[in-house]
């Protein structure tokens, strides 16, 4: 079964507004944490923003904020006032207890955003 | 933050070869993890080095094919074995933060494989 669930391929905002990247989830696991990355087209996994299961508060990073509804075990990613250099894949990942003890991070299939001008 | 470096960051390879891919973190961690990205693809765990024991494969992934060092807390290779088009991808290092409220991943190595 699929852990992490983006539904939206690509999305397109334009410059200076909001946008909102969907991210599901599916845990048995009380303790978990969930993560928003960004890759530029260089490669590499740049970290967003953090929400683990038991934080009351919704997670905020600058322009970044993490709508967190735990109960619909969703964890969307809202951008604010977007910029060109906002382009990038995105995605949402969970991190996960293996049976070793050790956790991992599994990732969902990403969502491409474009900022136009 | 921990701040990792991979050397090489590209390469393009011929098939049968191998390639070694270095990885190295600012401060001393526990665990570090090796991720595969293949082209259009999201990432996936390849195994999980703990400095002084033998790293831990995923399902679909095995010590033969991609060998995995871990002599130092912080420092590890991944050596990608007798390598076909098909491993073709990004590999990126990655470790945890010292809260657990962060994964910081390293720039990546850009494989190509002819």
């Known amino acids: 079964a699929q852990k992490i669930t983006q539904t939206q391929p690509g999305m397109f905002v334009q410059e200076k507004e909001a946008v909102t990247l969907d991210c599901t989830y599916d845990?048995?696991?009380?303790?978990?944490?969930l993560f928003w990355y960004k890759q530029p087209s260089s490669g590499e996994m740049i970290f967003l923003i953090y929400?683990?299961?038991?934080?009351?508060q919704n997670a905020t990073e600058g322009r970044y904020s993490l709508n967190f509804q735990k109960a619909r075990k969703s964890a969307n990613l809202v951008i604010s006032a977007s910029q060109l250099g906002d382009s990038a894949m995105y995605f949402c990942?969970?991190?996960?207890?293996?049976?070793?003890?050790?956790?991992?991070?599994?990732f969902g299939t990403g969502t491409r955003l474009l900022v136009s001008p | 933050s921990a701040v990792i470096s991979q050397k090489p960051s590209r390469d393009i390879c011929q098939r049968g070869t191998s390639l070694t891919i270095q990885c190295q973190v600012d401060?001393?961690?526990?665990?570090m993890f090796w991720y595969r990205q293949q082209p259009g693809q999201s990432l996936t765990l390849i195994a999980t080095?703990?400095?002084?024991?033998?790293?831990?494969?995923e399902s679909g992934f095995v010590i033969d094919k991609f060998p995995i060092s871990r002599p130092n807390l912080t420092f590890s290779t991944l050596t990608v074995s007798n390598m076909s088009p098909e491993d073709s991808s990004i590999y990126l290092c990655?470790?945890?933060?010292?809260?657990?409220?962060?994964?910081?991943f390293g720039p990546g190595t850009r494989l190509t494989v002819l």
């Open positions: 080095a703990n400095q002084g024991s033998e790293a831990t494969y």
């Open positions: 990655s470790v945890e933060g010292t809260t657990g409220a962060t994964q910081y």
């Open positions: 929400q683990g299961s038991y934080d009351e």
């Open positions: 401060s001393q961690v526990t665990m």
């Open positions: 990942a969970m991190r996960e207890r293996m049976n070793t003890g050790f956790q991992k991070l599994v």
């Open positions: 845990t048995s696991d009380q303790s978990y944490g």
